[in-house]
């Protein structure tokens, strides 16, 4: 792993990958570890503190579509939020102190694991500055057919596009006659496979209609000195999050361009946010196919 052309990628195209990050005795420990999370989903009614739904979703055929925060659900996903090649591609991005700002594991189930719509992570988690690195972990081989994220090499660099709807509400989403979608790069791989990707760059995933899942472990990565501008902070739980390096309660202020993430018509995770669209760009192209 050469981490100075990984940073070098990463500020050129907005995104760098790295295969075989993760071994196999990594992947055998988060992919047990995960299915016996997702089997405490059995019975419940809809969306939970720890579970986001797909829409199709009953008690007795549980279809997760999210798993919020696993490191807050399992000190086995924060262990590997922690894991030293990980840290050590993202400190070549971001420098030596970092915090882990979220984590998430997203699922998309053979044959109805849900598209998300093209959007960019930053119009989500404002900072004070941009330095943070948005972390993929493939706990499955991800391939054309099973969902995978699609990404838009260069878009980093045209700032933030809007993500609100023509009344104004914040829809999670970009409308897709703002960007090129037809410059859009799959990014795949065998499990293990680690991608990072800046928090400006837009990317988005389709339906997955095959009969594999596809499973993705996000760990959202920040500088120490990166200020949330989303949610109030409390000092222990927050220092507590810091992956590498020393706290220090001195922010770097940065011009950012930022644009609230309110109002909502339907509050929650991006899914939700989502739901109101009128217009879907991977709806039609699951139907055209």
């Not at 997203?106 to 948005?134: V, Y």
Request: glycine share 8%.
């Amino acid at each position: 792993m050469n981490t100075r052309q990984l940073a070098e990628q990463f500020r050129e195209d907005g995104f760098c990958r790295i295969e075989g990050l993760f071994g196999a005795a990594e992947l055998a420990d988060l992919d047990a570890k995960t299915r016996d999370v997702i089997a405490r989903a059995q019975g419940i009614p809809g969306e939970t503190e720890i579970f986001d739904v797909e829409d199709s979703h009953t008690p007795d055929d549980p279809r997760i579509r999210r798993i919020k925060r696993p490191h807050e659900v399992d000190p086995l996903y924060w262990s590997y939020a922690c894991f030293p090649k990980l840290l050590e591609a993202v400190q070549a991005i971001l420098g030596p102190d970092i915090r882990l700002h979220h984590s998430k594991i997203n699922l998309k189930s053979a044959r109805f694991g849900s598209p998300l719509e093209w959007h960019q992570d930053w119009a989500f988690i404002p900072h004070t500055n941009m330095d943070l690195a948005i972390g993929a972990v493939m706990l499955d081989e991800v391939d054309e057919g099973n969902g995978p994220m699609l990404v838009i090499p260069g878009s980093h660099r045209t700032g933030l596009i809007d993500h609100h709807d023509e009344d104004g509400w914040f829809a999670g989403a970009i409308d897709p006659d703002r960007i090129d979608t037809a410059a859009a790069v799959p990014l795949l791989g065998p499990p293990g496979t680690v991608t990072l990707h800046h928090p400006l760059l837009v990317h988005g995933s389709a339906l997955n209609t095959s009969t594999r899942e596809r499973r993705l472990l996000f760990y959202e990565y920040a500088a120490a000195d990166a200020w949330p501008l989303i949610y109030g902070v409390q000092w222990p739980e927050y220092t507590g999050r810091l992956v590498a390096g020393s706290p220090n309660p001195r922010i770097r202020m940065e011009p950012v361009e930022v644009k609230m993430p309110h109002p909502v018509r339907k509050a929650g995770s991006i899914y939700n946010n989502q739901s109101a669209l009128k217009r879907r760009f991977f709806e039609t192209l699951n139907a055209q196919a």
